[in-house]
T-cell receptor
Framework: AQSVAQPEDQVNVAEGNPLTVKCTYS??????LFWYVQYPNRGLQFLLK??????LVKGSYGFEAEFNKSQTSFHLKKPSALVSDSALYFC??????????????FGTGTRLTVIP | KAGVTQTPRYLIKTRGQQVTLSCSPI?????VSWYQQTPGQGLQFLFE???????NKGNFPGRFSGRQFSNSRSEMNVSTLELGDSALYLC????????????FGEGSRLTVL
């Protein structure tokens, strides 16, 4: 069965510093991995995805993520944090081979706070 | 290009009532998924519809149901509302296949009193 773990409920980082939000996954077939961001009282916004190819994936708003197959991880990163990056971040996996469906399984979310 | 539209955005119901939420996907998307988001349980998958057929279903009681119309618009219904059904209900649409991302609507916030 598929699963996603986000080990940190909360991450605090100073503005201008690099940030990392951690994610590990478990899936039976090829992993299709996604990161989303959610601002208060809003829906989820897509940041980036890993399907295949380069392990470093670049996405929206300067975010990137590194896929590590041996560690089954897909950590979200940004070289220099902005106060406006403060939000709730979700990692998600799709197990298409298992389910034949498009739905994603989400982690529990990590609240990122960027301190001015 | 219009995004995913969910209506209503906010609603208040009392226990025992039923509610219907609507979702209009992005034009051309035939897959629609529904999620429930609560502070305690996080994001939980309800069901996914593709071409008017339920293709996958999460672990929710039968009070939660949905359907999809021929124009890909979808509705979900919750009958006999309970206090614990208070949540943000999110709809997402996508192209079919494993590589596409989901596009989410702004959600319908349901409060059950």
């Amino acid at each position: 069965a598929q699963s996603v773990a986000q080990p940190e409920d909360q991450v605090n980082v100073a503005e201008g510093n690099p940030l990392t939000v951690k994610c590990t996954y478990s899936v039976s077939g090829n992993p299709y991995l996604f990161w989303y961001v959610q601002y208060p009282n809003r829906g989820l916004q897509f940041l980036l995805k890993y399907i295949t190819g380069d392990n470093l994936v670049k996405g929206s708003y300067g975010f990137e993520a590194e896929f590590n197959k041996s560690q089954t991880s897909f950590h979200l990163k940004k070289p220099s944090a902005l106060v406006s990056d403060s939000a709730l971040y979700f990692c998600a996996v799709r197990d298409y081979r298992q389910t034949g469906a498009n739905n994603l399984f989400f982690g529990t979310g990590t609240r990122l706070t960027v301190i001015p | 290009k219009a995004g995913v539209t969910q209506t209503p955005r906010y609603l208040i119901k009392t226990r025992g009532q039923q509610v219907t939420l609507s979702c209009s996907p992005i034009s051309g998307h035939r897959s629609v998924s529904w999620y429930q988001q609560t502070p305690g349980q996080g994001l939980q998958f309800l069901f996914e519809y593709f071409s008017e057929t339920q293709r996958n279903k999460g672990n929710f009681p039968g009070r939660f149901s949905g359907r999809q119309f021929s124009n890909s618009r979808s509705e979900m219904n919750v009958s006999t509302l309970e206090l614990g059904d208070s949540a943000l209900y999110l709809c997402a649409s996508s192209w079919d296949g494993p590589t596409g991302e989901l596009f989410f609507g702004e959600g319908s916030r349901l409060t059950v009193l």
